[in-house]
T-cell receptor
Framework: KQEVTQIPAALSVPEGENLVLNCSFT??????LQWFRQDPGKGLTSLLL?????REQTSGRLNASLDKSSGRSTLYIAASQPGDSATYLC????????????FGKGTHLIIQP | DGGITQSPKYLFRKEGQNVTLSCEQN?????MYWYRQDPGQGLRLIYY???????QKGDIAEGYSVSREKKESFPLTVTSAQKNPTAFYLC?????????FGSGTRLTVV
C-alpha cells in the first residue's frame, strides 16, 4: 500500500528565506505527484502537478522536483513571504485498481514577518 | 467559472441523526471523491465514483453512504453508524489524473 511522508511536519522561518519541503513515497509506480496548499478551514488549492515522466515543474516562486526512482519530491519556495503561510500537502496518484490520491500529513509553514 | 461547490460550509449533527453533505461540480469530470480530514492524520478516502450510477468504498467507508445519480452531483450521507463523525470533509473531482477540490464542509457532533 502506498504511503506518503512529509518532512518536516512544521516549519517556521523569517520572511525572505528560501526553503525546501520534502515528500517521500514508498511505491514508485505513480502516474503523477501533486503539491497542494491548504489555508486554515479551507479546501485544497493545487500548486504544481508533476507527471511521472517529468523531473520538475515551476510556477512563479515555486519549484517542485520529482525523483520517481528514489520515491522523493521536493517543493522549493524562493524568497518566502508571510502570505505563503499555510499547510502544504503532497499527494501521489497511483491509478490502477486503487483509485484516489494518497496524501502525506502535510507541512505546516509559518513565515515570520 | 468551473469548479466544485460544497454545502453547507458548517454542519452540526445531533447524536443518532443522519446528515447529508452536498457536492456539485460543473467541470464535466467523470470521477468524484469524498475525503475526510482529521488533525494530524491527513486526508483519507471515504468513497469514490468513476462514473454515474457506480461508486466504490474507499479506506474508511463504514458509517457513510453515497449516491451518484447525476454526473454533476455526489452527495455524502453521514449515518448514525459513524461513531466519530466530527471532521472536515472534502469533495474532489478528477480528469486525467488532475484533481480539483471543493472548499469543504466542517461537521460537528453536538
Amino acid at each position: 500500500k502506498q504511503e506518503v511522508t512529509q518532512i518536516p511536519a512544521a516549519l517556521s522561518v523569517p520572511e525572505g528565506e528560501n526553503l525546501v519541503l520534502n515528500c517521500s513515497f514508498t511505491d514508485s509506480a505513480i502516474y503523477n505527484l501533486q503539491w497542494f496548499r491548504q489555508d486554515p478551514g479551507k479546501g485544497l488549492t493545487s500548486l504544481l502537478l508533476i507527471q511521472s515522466s517529468q523531473r520538475e515543474q515551476t510556477s512563479g516562486r515555486l519549484n517542485a522536483s520529482l525523483d520517481k526512482s528514489s520515491g522523493r519530491s521536493t517543493l522549493y519556495i524562493a524568497a518566502s513571504q508571510p502570505g505563503d503561510s499555510a499547510t502544504y500537502l503532497c499527494a501521489v496518484f497511483s491509478g490502477g485498481g486503487a483509485d484516489g490520491l494518497t496524501f502525506g500529513k502535510g507541512t505546516h509553514l509559518i513565515i515570520q514577518p | 467559472d468551473g469548479g466544485i461547490t460544497q454545502s453547507p460550509k458548517y454542519l452540526f449533527r445531533k447524536e443518532g441523526q443522519n446528515v447529508t453533505l452536498s457536492c456539485e461540480q460543473n467541470l464535466n469530470h467523470d470521477a468524484m471523491y469524498w475525503y475526510r480530514q482529521d488533525p494530524g492524520q491527513g486526508l483519507r478516502l471515504i468513497y469514490y465514483s468513476q462514473i454515474v450510477n457506480d461508486f466504490q468504498k474507499g479506506d474508511i467507508a463504514e458509517g457513510y453512504s453515497v449516491s451518484r445519480e447525476k454526473k454533476e452531483s455526489f452527495p455524502l450521507t453521514v449515518t448514525s453508524a459513524q461513531k466519530n463523525p466530527t471532521a472536515f470533509y472534502l469533495c474532489a473531482s478528477r480528469t486525467q489524473g488532475i484533481y480539483t477540490f471543493g472548499s469543504g464542509t466542517r461537521l460537528t457532533v453536538v
